[in-house]
């Protein structure tokens, strides 16, 4: 039932078949109270990325919805993530987690909803990160600088770590020209702002 899921989860992929598997295993194991979902846009995958997410669309049908596109989106200069995953959340919490990346703690966003329940004044949370490369860590991120102007000048926030209010970015879109392209940096900056 959509109007009992809290958080919708939002994904794009494109030939990603060799993270895919991981990224949907880091959402399917999350320990929640409550119900989510994964929008998850396949931009016209010519690998077996769209298998992948099939199978896993099968077993969890009521989490894993995706759209697959049969012609490439974002080369006709369509934002897939706003055209189709955004205009279907019905959500009041939006996780975003690209094809390529995946989350490694199961209570992910059980901590990030509790925290945004309990904080009515905070818009966005985040977390550090860590980034691998054939399996070697070569970055760990700890993040202090998340001001306006910190985010303006490094942007220290990643996209796989947040998780926001949806009316913000209800706000952000409706303040905006509908064609405005909505890059990560732009929905931080308003969150902050």
Request: proline content about 3%; aromatic content about 14%; some cysteine.
């Amino acid at each position: 039932d959509n109007s009992k899921v809290l958080v919708s989860i939002c994904c794009l992929a494109y030939n990603h078949e060799s993270y895919i598997r991981e990224c949907l295993d880091g959402f399917i194991m999350q320990k929640t109270n409550f119900a989510f979902e994964v929008l998850i846009n396949d931009d016209a995958s010519n690998d077996n990325t769209a298998a992948i997410i099939r199978e896993y669309e099968v077993k969890y049908p009521e989490i894993i919805k995706p759209i697959y596109q049969t012609e490439n989106q974002y080369s006709l200069g369509i934002r897939p993530i706003n055209q189709f995953n955004w205009t279907r959340a019905k959500s009041k919490y939006i996780a975003m987690c690209e094809g390529d990346d995946y989350w490694t703690d199961p209570l992910k966003l059980q901590k990030q909803v509790d925290y945004l329940l309990e904080n009515n004044n905070s818009s966005l949370v985040f977390t550090n990160y860590s980034v691998r490369y054939d399996n070697k860590l070569i970055l760990n991120k700890e993040i202090s600088d998340y001001s306006f102007s910190g985010i303006f000048k490094a942007n220290p926030i990643r996209t796989v770590s947040c998780c926001f209010r949806k009316s913000y970015l209800d706000e952000l879109v409706f303040t905006l020209s509908k064609n405005q392209t909505f890059l990560d940096l732009s929905i931080f900056l308003y969150m902050a702002y």
